[in-house]
């Protein structure tokens, strides 16, 4: 196949992906190339995007087309109208906390927000921005969450080492609708409450958790306790 040929192949499966392609993944498409061939396609349409406004960017270990930060402002205009789907404080401080210190159970994300968290978690499985991680090693083995290939592309970074720690977040410049929303993760709200969650270790294991919202077994126990 010709070199070019295959620039223009790898151009119009990235274009048309609605999620970031791996070099596999475009392989296993052209099927008559090594991964070599797509590596250098994909160099190469890097090099003639270079005075572009598009540019190829690496998302979880993917490629997608980006805009380049200098048409922000017209793009932004664009989207000025359109309502945006926003997640929630809760959902954002779970995230956070899943991210930076995966794999974490339930209880900890719970211990550490101060407040139980099992339906934001459930939201976030559902959103696939979490996954489940297997199995602790301690009393119960309850379930333990990290990220997802999603939670990279949703944030528009390639790596979980490229996220911003704590502290480092109201500095963050970035770009699209992830950006903006992991500028509002939490900063001395996390760490306060990884401090109310060590407290709690050092009682002994007894909870400072406040539910947001009694299970359905907690009010069936309820009920069954009325007199």
Request: hydrophobic share 40%; net charge negative.
């Amino acid at each position: 196949m010709d070199k070019q040929q295959l620039v223009r192949i790898v151009e119009a499966l990235i274009f048309a992906s609605d999620t970031p392609l791996t070099v596999a993944q475009m392989q296993a498409i052209v099927k008559v190339v090594e991964l070599t061939d797509i590596d250098a396609a994909v160099e190469q349409l890097t090099e003639d995007l270079q005075d572009r406004a598009i540019y190829v960017k690496k998302v979880g270990g993917g490629y997608r087309f980006a805009t380049r930060a200098d048409y922000a402002e017209w793009i932004g205009e664009m989207f000025a109208e359109k309502n945006r789907s926003r997640m929630s404080r809760a959902a954002l401080e779970s995230l956070a906390i899943v991210a930076f210190r995966q794999p974490v159970s339930r209880v900890e994300v719970s211990a550490i927000r101060g407040v139980n968290s099992d339906g934001v978690m459930k939201k976030l499985l559902d959103f696939r921005l979490i996954t489940i991680a297997g199995r602790d090693s301690g009393p119960g083995r309850p379930l333990l969450f990290k990220t997802t290939p999603e939670f990279l592309n949703y944030f528009g970074i390639n790596d979980i080492s490229e996220l911003p720690r704590p502290k480092e977040v109201e500095d963050l410049l970035a770009e699209g609708e992830g950006g903006e929303i992991l500028k509002e993760l939490p900063d001395e709200a996390l760490l306060s409450r990884q401090a109310t969650a060590d407290m709690e270790a050092d009682q002994g294991g007894k909870s400072l958790v406040q539910s947001e919202e009694p299970s359905a077994e907690e009010s069936i126990d309820r009920r069954e306790q009325t007199p």
